[in-house]
Nanobody, 121 residues
Framework: QVQLVESGGGLVQAGGSLRLSCAAS????????MNWYRQAPGKQRELVALITSGGSTHYADSVKGRFTISRDNAKNTVYLQMNSLKPEDTAVYYC???????????????WGQGTQVTVSS
């Protein structure tokens, strides 16, 4: 089993910045992709950004140029630096990871519990 614990959410004014962290722990041999999703009230969960084990990244168009995803493989941790925040970025942000407990074990996916980000206008 793998646990994902997010931190760093909060209330910020428009134009401000926040940095989210997500630490993975448990029976981890390797982690493939680590992603950030978000879900605003009444909306579907959407992909915000992802980063592969090799460091390749992908961003939703709505956050390109404002958000930066990074990871520390030694710490099994992924970060999301969010700058120039807008009220429409308000949502619960979820961490997601694909991990396995051994080289011959299957890959499983895991979700964090979510952290609230609120951007006031």
């Amino acid at each position: 089993q793998v646990q994902l614990v997010e931190s760093g959410g909060g209330l910020v004014q428009a134009g401000g910045s926040l940095r989210l962290s997500c630490a993975a722990s448990g029976s981890i041999f390797s982690i493939n992709t680590m992603n950030w999703y978000r879900q605003a009230p009444g909306k579907q969960r959407e992909l915000v950004a992802l980063i592969t084990s090799g460091g390749s990244t992908h961003y939703a168009d709505s956050v390109k140029g404002r958000f930066t995803i990074s990871r520390d493989n030694a710490k099994n941790t992924v970060y999301l630096q969010m700058n120039s925040l807008k009220p429409e970025d308000t949502a619960v942000y979820y961490c997601y990871a694909e991990a396995r407990s051994g080289s011959s074990r299957p890959w499983y996916y895991y979700w964090g519990q979510g952290t609230q980000v609120t951007v006031s206008s």
